[in-house]
Antibody, heavy 124, light 110 residues
Framework: QLQLRESGPGLVEPSETLSLTCTVS??????????WAWIRQPPGKGLEWIGS???????YYNPYLFSRITLSVDTSKNQFSLSLTSVTAADTAVYYC????????????????WGQGTLVTVSS | QSALTQPASVSGSPGQSITISCTGT?????????VSWYQQHTGKAPKLIIY???NRPSGVSNRFSGSKSGNTASLTISGLQADDEADYYC??????????FGGGTKLTVL
């Protein structure tokens, strides 16, 4: 059964870099049919797509976060990662990883399944 | 990119049907059949319930259905049950090769 699990620090200081990893079991991050995505949800608020990465390194980013994001895939470990620089309190959120179905020409379709999420708090 | 527009809340009694709308533009909802819907119970991760406007993943009840007209997509839940009480989010692919979510709708089963 396909499962995704987020891991990383639960507390990050302002201006530092937030780094999270998603470990995939039950599928390969080298799959031709899927990107691997990060989505976040501030407490009490809605969902925000952060970006999606393909095993080849191809990426799609939320334009509002583009300058602060790096996404990568480590197929040898079957993991993918998020790095978000210069964090502020506004980056406090539950961060989810998810498998992102792709269509031809890289069109992005749906997210399924999702990880359980991990709360990251930005505070000194 | 602006979030898709959803009503903040809807409610219905058990057995009734409700519809949640999701309004975008011709650059997202209206331009592609890549609208999906997610159900999120309190404290849980979102779950895919509709993809590509009308399709249900295996295991999702046929009480959930999706449709689209112009720039507005809709999710209909028929035969409301207590367990349907949750937050619902729509999502769409956009002409900028990005993904945008709706603001979410809280469904209350009375």
């Amino acid at each position: 059964q396909l499962q995704l699990r987020e891991s990383g620090p639960g507390l990050v200081e302002p201006s530092e870099t937030l780094s999270l990893t998603c470990t995939v079991s039950g599928d390969s991050t080298r799959s031709d049919n899927y990107y691997w995505a990060w989505i976040r949800q501030p407490p009490g608020k809605g969902l925000e797509w952060i970006g999606s990465v393909y095993y080849s390194g191809s990426t799609y980013y939320n334009p509002y976060l583009f300058s602060r994001i790096t996404l990568s895939v480590d197929t040898s470990k079957n993991q993918f990662s998020l790095s978000l620089t210069s964090v502020t309190a506004a980056d406090t959120a539950v961060y989810y990883c998810a498998r992102h179905r792709r269509a031809a020409a890289g069109v992005l379709r749906w997210f399924d399944p999702w990880g359980q999420g991990t709360l990251v708090t930005v505070s000194s | 990119q602006s979030a898709l527009t959803q009503p903040a809340s809807v409610s219905g009694s058990p057995g009734q049907s409700i519809t949640i709308s999701c309004t975008g533009t011709s650059s997202d909802v209206g331009g592609y059949n890549y609208v999906s819907w997610y159900q999120q119970h309190t404290g849980k991760a979102p779950k895919l319930i509709i993809y590509e406007v009308t399709n249900r993943p295996s295991g999702v009840s046929n009480r959930f259905s999706g449709s689209k007209s112009g720039n507005t997509a809709s999710l209909t839940i028929s035969g409301l049950q207590a367990d349907d009480e949750a937050d619902y989010y729509c999502s769409s692919y956009t002409s900028r090769s990005t993904v945008v979510f709706g603001g979410g709708t809280k469904l209350t089963v009375l």
